[in-house]
């Protein structure tokens, strides 16, 4: 419940990005970065300049180059970012999307409390990772000691958002994201077919093992429950069709229910729930002994290390699910899974983590703004307060349905398309991704997919960080090119005195902090809507999807309409574009003149 309501806190903006209602915890709607002029004025940085005039003989142009050194320092969130959130909360109670949305919290809500608290048979979705980290911490140290370690945990977390560490999840690449998308929905169909067929598989196995367990006990099929589930997928898949809004999983779940009643089905249902408020227990987490102190340092950092992670990659993996205008905070998201960690390191509970699975469902039932976290929240309190009586009704088949449908949905990732059209090469983290997760566990396949990616940047770019990341001069265009006007009114590259980016060496996610680097150095230019921002891309010498992505979605964020052309782009770097950006919001600008004047014409 705390896990859920601290949504609030995190960054994803549901009505941007239906992260809503995320699993057990926090993550959810995407907030909006701190205002442009605030975030300036607040920055504090040191830079030594030096002009030089040089002579492009190709282009006949004399530019006054730029190098320029900066130290930035973005300011801490002592705020918890609450000012960012306040239109978001505002916007929950819109008439347009009010029903849909509460309708969306009810049903992942109804899908939350059976999982959460290891009713359902859900053990295959990728939370079973953080779960087996608890087990063992409980081994260890003791049962007292897990609300310790959640508050800790927490502590961590709230502390990482606020000093901004979350910038790092950014060095994931797409391709690696799209590979734990596909093998999150793997896991998911392999763990909930053989409870939607009405049968109890043993547990630990992975997916070929389980698939070939089906395939050996059909004679154990209860067609009961097997038509619950397919009856509940069905209306999922086909009550969107008919109209978009429809409540499609709660329908599905309640007429479930409603038949297994009506005809007396023996299928097995959620169960008895824990009930009432004596249910909830308050307290303070007993602090461990001294001797106990470095073996719960360490527990307590893998803990929080995977729920991080865990957290920040399904936000990412979502917001690539349903393309918005709002963008995540991964910082933000620290933040209110570190509260809902303490919340519930104060209640004696265990640590929480975002995942994807209801995420996934909350995408699916078309959330429109923060509203569902908040539903999910007092729908599991009350569930537990005052409703298990009638939650316990419900077949565990449907909710496999529900899940079922929400799996084949992740098979697919539309990213991966544009990162392998972008770089084949692209094809080897996304598949060793999805291969270390489903044969080793969730974070082996995370840092196997990274490490893959990490070491064919290398390769393809010298084997050194420093030549395999992107680097940024600033020139100033002294005289103007001659041309016609027709054409020269589109060239940024004829005005006198422009003030041009000049882009070299690769871009791709290595590049994350050289991107960020350069919005900063946009920003302090106070652009006017006639002065446009202008990239010059001859240098570049590589391209990757994560990295042209992020430069494009940045470079519109920071523009706020100011026109932004980018100019000397080879044919690679217009298909590169075209993936990342089919609506042309930025201009682009080929490597000769000659033809930019005959594309002018």
Known sequence: FLAAASSAASSTSASAAPLSTLSSCSFLPLGSAPPMASFTAQKQMAQQQFRFLSTNNKDDNDEKEVATKKTNKKPLLLNLG????????????????????????????????????????A????????????????????????????????????????????????????SVIAGFTVGVGTLILSGQIPKALGMSAPAGLNPVELIGYVGSHLSAVDPASAALA??????????????????????????ATAATHAFGLDVALIGSLPSGLEAFQFGLPAMPSTDAIPSLVAT????????????????????????????????????????????????MGMPVTSVIARSGLNVRLNASTRLPALVQAGFVFSSVAFMSSSIATIPMPALSGVL????????????????????????????????????????????????????????????????ARMNIQEHIVATPLHLEDEASSLLPGSYSGQHTFKLNGPINFVSMFEID????????????HEDPIVLDLKGVTALEFTGVEELVNRLVEVSDGVPVQMIN????????????????????????VEAEIVDAK
């Not at 239109?87 to 049903?107: Q, Y």
């Not at 991080?308 to 209110?336: F, R």
């Not at 396949?445 to 990274?450: F, H, M, Q, T, V």
């Not at 782009?569 to 000769?592: E, G, K, M, N, V």
Request: glycine fraction near 10%; include cysteine.
């Open 230 to 255: 397919i009856g509940t997928s069905a209306a999922m898949f086909g009550l969107p069709k008919i109209h978009p809004k429809i409540p499609s999983a709660l329908i599905a779940v309640g007429g």
């Open 123 to 174: 053990s295959g979705v990728p939370a079973a990772a953080i779960s087996l980290l608890v087990v063992g911490a409980v081994q260890a140290h003791g049962l007292e000691a897990l609300p310790f370690i959640t508050l800790a945990t927490g502590g961590l977390q709230l502390a990482s958002g606020v000093t901004r560490v979350g910038v790092v999840a950014k060095l994931v690449p797409v």
């Open 569 to 592: 782009c080879t044919d690679a770097i217009h298909s590169a574009l075209d993936q990342c950006d089919p609506t042309q919001q930025i201009s682009r600008f080929s490597t000769t």
């Open 404 to 467: 079922i449908t929400t799996g084949i949905g992740m098979l697919n990732p539309v990213e991966f398309k544009h990162c392998y059209a972008v770089q084949k090469g692209d094809a080897v983290p996304f598949a060793t991704t999805i291969a270390g997760m489903l044969s080793m566990g969730l974070a082996e396949g995370i840092g196997i997919g990274c490490v893959t990616a990490l070491a064919m940047e290398l390769k393809n770019n010298g084997m050194s960080f420093d030549s």
């Open 82 to 121: 609450i000012p960012s959130l306040v239109p978001e909360w505002k916007n929950m109670f819109n008439s347009s999307t009010l029903l849909t949305d509460i309708s969306a919290g009810v049903t992942v809500g109804c899908i939350a409390v059976p999982l959460s608290l290891a009713i359902a048979l």
């Open 300 to 347: 307590t950092l893998l803990i929080y290390s995977m729920t991080s992670v865990e957290s920040l990659l399904s936000c990412a993996a979502l917001e690539k699910m349903k393309k918005t205008s709002y963008k995540h905070n991964p910082d933000q998201e620290l933040i209110g899974q570190g509260l809902a960690n303490i919340g519930s390191g104060f209640f």
């Open 517 to 528: 680097d350069l919005m900063e150095r946009i920003k302090e230019r106070h652009y006017s």
